[in-house]
C-alpha cells in the first residue's frame, strides 16, 4: 500500500476503500467455481471497475488516475505475480506428477 500511496493518484481513505472492496470481491469469486489462475486478474478488473465508482462518488475529476490506482490495488491485493505465473503454466498441477 505504501508503493501506492507514494504514487499520490489518490488519498488514502479512497484507496483503502478499493483494497478492501477487492480483497472482498475476490475473497467471494475464490468461493465459486473459476480457476483460481485467474483471480488476480479478476481482482485487477473489480479494482478499476471500484477505482471508478469511488472516484466518481468522491467527485474526483481523474477518472484515468483513480482506474489506474484501482487496477494496480486489485493486482496488489490479489498477487499480481501469482497470476502471471498461473497463465504462463508455472504451476505444477497434481495430473502432472
Known amino acids: 500500500m505504501d508503493i501506492l500511496q507514494g504514487l499520490q493518484l489518490m488519498n488514502v481513505t479512497e484507496l483503502t476503500i478499493i483494497i478492501l472492496v477487492c480483497y472482498l470481491l475476490t475473497a467471494a469469486a475464490k468461493k465459486s467455481k473459476l480457476d483460481n489462475k485467474y483471480m488476480p486478474f479478476i481482482s485487477m478488473l473489480v479494482g478499476l471497475l471500484v477505482g471508478l465508482l469511488i472516484a466518481l462518488v468522491f467527485?474526483?475529476?481523474?477518472?484515468?488516475?483513480?482506474?489506474l490506482t484501482g487496477f494496480l490495488a486489485g493486482g496488489y491485493t490479489a498477487g499480481l505475480f501469482t497470476?502471471?505465473?498461473g497463465i504462463s503454466g508455472g504451476y505444477i498441477k497434481k495430473e502432472d506428477k
Open 59 to 67: 467527485h474526483d475529476t481523474e477518472l484515468g488516475k483513480a482506474g
Open 83 to 85: 497470476g502471471i505465473k
